[in-house]
């Protein structure tokens, strides 16, 4: 049963290489290819419902996190606001976003 | 009635008397049907119509009453008589229905009143008065039939047949509805656009993916990026094509697409990286064996022969456009070591490329070529030369000959041998605007030396007929089936050979071109959608074919059940009301312009 309780839960714990944990929805993470194929079997991520993101620190984790709601919330406009990048992190959101295949 | 008199004294008035000179204000109030008359008779109305309630409502319980003691012997119609008879005439009450329901209950005197307000203003509309100023006269809002005083902020509209005015409240509810529509609008009409412009790029509008924001960001800080670093070779390669479709890959951007371990590369427009950065790619790209160059007018002799003396590895080489390479350079390059090892070698667009050259790559590489394309090349005007090529060429998977300088260099003969040696091996053969082409090649050529044939692209060839078709994929038992077939404007082609080949192929189509054969009618969909699916079909031309309509669309929907790109171009039968599924893509209906 707790097994089942925990499947469903509703929210999942993302952690960056420095350390910081971040609480999101399910939802969420499911827009991401990634986190969607982690989620989704039976690897040790579903049952524990935490990932632990090697490749990415706090700082690049918060703004893909951003861009998760992002598109959660925008998913069925058109006008939406630009998602705004700083150009310097650019590069390294681009890696992150390509390995998480949002 | 008394309001009808009333109108004819207000016309009367109107339109009889003789004026003076007047201020701002009483034009004002004139044009706007308000007299000191209207005013007064209004009031008088207000007061008579206030008392009339008051005479009703008294009546209704006189009547309540009435029946309460009349319930067990009356009936029910002499109840209604009696009701209408008591009412006043001019609330305009006349159904028996509406009276006996608001007998029933005391709480229903509301309720009738509220019709009959209703009644008396539809009746007002129905009047069909053109006039109007009495209507305007009266301030009783149009929508909640309150009464209030019109000001120059009152909002005048046009509701239930007539004009009027709406009260304050309805006024401030009334702009700020207008504002959200005309928002909801403008969101509507943008969505469109998008969706119209994506449905032009063969595409669903999506939200951009975080890849997309990335990338877009770095093309366009372009200049200030030192490094790549390690974005993953689909990432750079989608960096690379967006700059090459802005237009703005140039000597300096280009070299952050060099890495030493790069196999392949691609660049879609060179024609700003000049002919020092050209000579960067092979020192920077050693191993390098796919090279691609579009647009390649830069492309200068030293820059060939130098890739002849570095590029070891190079096997594919696709040129675009490289016109400053003269025959001698082409000699001399296909003579090196380099040109020596290539099985790739396709070519476009440039006239300099003569029979001698084409000579030299069939003495070096001719009986390895694997990839052959020669394509729009006008320098190339020899029949000898042409015919020399089943001679050299013995395992081709892959041939183009496509828009030759004169069409009689290209004939049926050439191709029938070249198929003959090539044909075990042979993939793709693309014979574009070869219109010298008739059914001989088709049924003495393709037909028997085929069997592994899955591209067929027949663009342009006037020449060949329905019989040539038929007898192609009548029993052509040896090929599997096509993966890709493109017969657009073959003119001469009609219903019955084009069913044959979609039903010897039906199983394996994935994408289809029937684009300008005029002679399909609308039999053949029905044919097919009474004895064909295809499985794998995932894109359709059929502009131009005007016998295609919404019912030959939903046709393909049906049977086609994976197809996802249908293009209808210049096909005006078919509009946006075709019943097709959600998920196949219809472009270039009418209907879907901006």
Redesign the interface.
Known sequence: MSDSDEEISKYITLVSNDGFSFQISREAAMVSGTLRGMLNTSFQESSTNTIKLHELDSLLLEK?IE?LYY?LK??E????PE?D?P?EM??E???A??F?D? | MPRRTRRQQNTAEDDGSVRGPSSALTSFLREQGINAESVRLRYEENTRREQEMAEMDEQLRQQQLDTVEEEGIGSTEGVSATVSVGLPDNLGLDSDEEVYEGDEEDGEVVRIRERARAKRRKVDGEDGDLDGSHDVGKNYCIECDKEFVVTVYSKKMEKYGRVGYLCPSCTKIAIRRERLIKRTEIEARKRRKKIAAALLDKQAYSIPSLQDFCVKIISDNINDVDLLGDIGTNNRQKICRILAKKRSLDSKTMQLFLDPSMKELEFWDCSKIDKAALNTIPSYCPKLESLTLNMCGHLHMDNLLYYGDKMTNLRYLNLNGPFLINNDVWQDFFDSKVGKNLTAFHLRNTHRFTSDSLVALLDNVGDRLEELTLSRLDGLDSKLVYDLLPHYLHSMRHLELSYPHKEDLVDDDMIVNLVANNGEHLETLILDGCSYLTDQFLVSGIKPFCPNLTKLSLNQLDQITDNGMTQLFTDWNINGGLMDLNLSRCVSLTDASIYKALEHSSQTLVELNLNSLSGISRKMFLRLSRNIRFPLLTSVDIGFVRSVDDSALAIWSRIAPRLSILEVYGNSRCTDKAIVRADLRIIGREADSI
Not at chain 1, 77 to 80: A, L, N
């Open positions: 893909v861009y598109n925008y998913k406009f058109v006008d939406v998602f990048i150009t650019a590069l959101l681009l890696v976003a390509d998480l949002v």
